[in-house]
Structure formats: structure tokens, C-alpha cells
């Protein structure tokens, strides 16, 4: 159904559909010979020849349809994508077989394919559901699918024997018709924004600060809903809420509200924690609390969040705690990652069992 004939062109790439005569060459010389440790298929060995067999396979398969990632300004192949599953019948498809050159990540042309390619299954497929998939241990490919603002809907246990024998784990995302829009947005955003975000600025915050922080607070309200929902059940009025609590924190001595600000005067992440008490079984009386830590997509991997948590550490330090204290959501592989660059270790397990309705799942349901 609509299957695109023609390429998907973007402002900085376009996807061409694969023929295999014509791309494998360029495609096998644009892939480093690791590329394909967490795949499912991958070719037999790394020689051209046998690259080139894989390719041809791949392309003549059902249901699917294979891409090469074409950098317009330099007409260079700097990757390949697919459309995998077509499936009319449940109007479903999946994105995957994904990889980009070394110098292609991290950059504007992975959310780019996948604006072309969501756009195409929404609008012109038709499609309800588009799937994207990876294994459990790939957590660079985990951390680029949830940028783009995919759901993680859960992990398959031993669900595909790999060539090596080992069976793999298989983490599922999704984006639904319904979710188009949100994922749409965030998309263009980080496309409009620069590649390379100049110097910022962090320092403490106050009361008019709160405006330019309020829609950062609802992204990131959102971004934990798409990743757990029962465990993220926000208030209709969150925004209203920290409306009101964020010029408290502002205020408050023993509190740790910062942003971080481009030249411009943009605010492009915040920072807001608390000192609270422990529990009196504790010989330490009191600890530091994170509550928040978000920066706008397009300026992550620039220090910005790692200098925001730095002045919350000198913060906290001068107000006499001993320990600072956070939670990350169970799929957020990337801020576990993040925070123990910082220094920060894992200290407790947050169990959650829902005890409503259809949320409550035990091993018995099968």
C-alpha cells in the first residue's frame, strides 16, 4: 500500500530506494565491518563479495523495502534503513536495519530518516502502528530511538538465536497514529535547531525565569509518560503546579533551581533539586534531591546537562549535605549513563506493582 517508488527527500537527505547493482558498492565502502554486531542478519563474512550477496538478498525480500541514506549536499551514501513487516492487513510496519557511517552520527541525518520515513507510513500508508525494535544490549541504538520520541513498550526475553548461538533480548518501541503528531513536532524541532550549539551559560535561577522553563517541564512530564505511563500519572495541571512551586524553589535557601542560557538569553535546560530528610534509621539526617535535569534535544551532548548537574553538586556541597540523591525511569538507559559519568552510582531498585484494573499483570496470566 503506497510503498514509496521514488526517494523520500529531506532538506539535508534523501532515501533512495535500494538497488542493489548499483548501491552495494558504495553502501559496503560507507559501513564499518562492525556495524552489524547486534543485527539479526548480517553478511557471512566482511568481504565485498559476500556484502554484496547479503545486500541482494535483503533488497528481493517480502514485505520490506530497503533504503540507502544519501547525503544531498555531497551526493555521498552515508548509511542505510528499511521498511520491514508491511503488513497491509493491520495497516503496521516497522522501521529497522538501520546504520550510518561514523561521521553520520549523532547528527541531523538519523532524526531526519526518521521524520521521512514516519511521515511516509502515517500519511501516505496509512499506517496505525509503526514498530522499531533492537537488542536488549544496544543501548546507542535504545537511546536514538527513544530521542525520536518512540514509546518502549517492553523487552522479549530470548526472543531470536543469534548467528553465535546466544539468544537475544529484544526491546520494542512504537509510534501509533495517535502519537504522530507529538513525535512530528519533536522532530521538526531538533531539525530547525543548529548542529553545533554555541557556548551557554549556567547560573541560578529566580522567579522570571519561570516562564521560559514551564515548556520544559511539560517535555519532560512527556517524555516520562511515553516511557511508563502507570508509573508517570501526572496531574492534569503539572504545569499549573510548578507554576506556583518553581519561584518557591527560586526563593528558598536550601533549595537548587539553575538553567542553563545560550548567548541569546534562550533557555535551553534547568536543574531544580531539593534538601530533604532521611528517614531516622539513617546516620546521614538529610540528602539532596534532584527532582529534574532537562535540556532541549538539539543542545544534549554539549556539557549542558553535564555542567548544570556540576554547579548542583557545588550547590549542594555548600549547604552541608552529604549525599545527593535522584531516580531515573527503569527504560532511560542513556541518564543512567549520563549520571554515572557524573560520579553517581545505583543505590536502590524501584519495584511497582499497579493494583487497578487491567494494570496488574502477574506470571500466572501466562
Known amino acids: 500500500m503506497n510503498q514509496p517508488q521514488d526517494p523520500l527527500r ?19 565502502d560507507a559501513t564499518p565491518a562492525d556495524t552489524f554486531r547486534w543485527f ?20 528481493g525480500a517480502d514485505r520490506s523495502r530497503m533504503f540507502v541514506v544519501v547525503e544531498r549536499a555531497s551526493g555521498r551514501v552515508v548509511g542505510s534503513t528499511s521498511y520491514l513487516d508491511i503488513d497491509d492487513a493491520n495497516r503496521s510496519v516497522e ?17 531526519e530518516c526518521k521524520l521521512l520515513l514516519l511521515r511516509h507510513a502515517f500519511e501516505a500508508m496509512g499506517r496505525l502502528r509503526v514498530t522499531l525494535k533492537t537488542d536488549a544490549r544496544n543501548l546507542r541504538s535504545q537511546r536514538a530511538i527513544a530521542g525520536v520520541g518512540a514509546i518502549r513498550e517492553g523487552t522479549l526475553r530470548a526472543h531470536r538465536v543469534m548467528d553465535d548461538g546466544t539468544a537475544r533480548d529484544t526491546v520494542y518501541f512504537s509510534v501509533t497514529l495517535p502519537d504522530w ?32 522553563v514551564l515548556p520544559h517541564v511539560e517535555a519532560i512530564c512527556e517524555m516520562h509518560r511515553a516511557m511508563d505511563p502507570q508509573r508517570f500519572t501526572f ?26 542560557q545560550s548567548p541569546e538569553g534562550e533557555t535551553v535546560g534547568y536543574l531544580v533539586g ?11 539526617p538529610e540528602s539532596g ?7 532541549l534535544p538539539q543542545w544534549r551532548k554539549h556539557g549542558v546537562a553535564k555542567a548544570l548537574v556540576s554547579a548542583a553538586v557545588e550547590r549542594f556541597t555548600a549547604l552541608g549535605v552529604e549525599r545527593i540523591r535522584l531516580e531515573t525511569a527503569a527504560p532511560n538507559d542513556g541518564a543512567r549513563a549520563f549520571f554515572a559519568s557524573c560520579g553517581f552510582r545505583p543505590g536502590t531498585t524501584e519495584m511497582l506493582l499497579m493494583l487497578r484494573g487491567d494494570a496488574l499483570v502477574t506470571d500466572a496470566g501466562g
Do not use: C, Q
Open 181 to 212: 503528531a507529538r513525535v512530528r513536532k519533536l522532530l521538526e524541532a531538533r531539525l530547525r535547531a543548529p548542529e553545533m550549539p554555541p557556548s551557554f551559560a549556567v547560573r541560578p535561577a529566580g522567579a522570571s525565569d519561570v516562564p521560559s
Open 40 to 59: 539479526l542478519s548480517r553478511p557471512k563474512e566482511w568481504t565485498r563479495e559476500s556484502f554484496r550477496e547479503w545486500i541482494g538478498m535483503r533488497a
Open 95 to 111: 522501521i529497522g536495519s538501520t546504520w550510518y557511517t561514523p561521521p553520520a552520527r549523532g547528527t541531523r541525518v538519523n532524526p
Open 235 to 260: 496531574r492534569p495541571n503539572i504545569v499549573e503546579m510548578y507554576a506556583k512551586w518553581l519561584p518557591e524553589r527560586a526563593a528558598d535557601p536550601r533549595s537548587v533551581f539553575l538553567v542553563a
Open 10 to 28: 529531506g532538506e539535508s537527505v534523501e532515501l533512495v530506494p535500494l538497488r542493489a547493482a548499483e548501491h552495494a558498492d558504495a553502501l559496503f
Open 289 to 295: 534531591w534532584i527532582h529534574d535535569l532537562f535540556v
Open 274 to 284: 531539593t534538601v530533604e530528610p532521611e528517614v531516622p534509621i539513617y546516620w546521614t
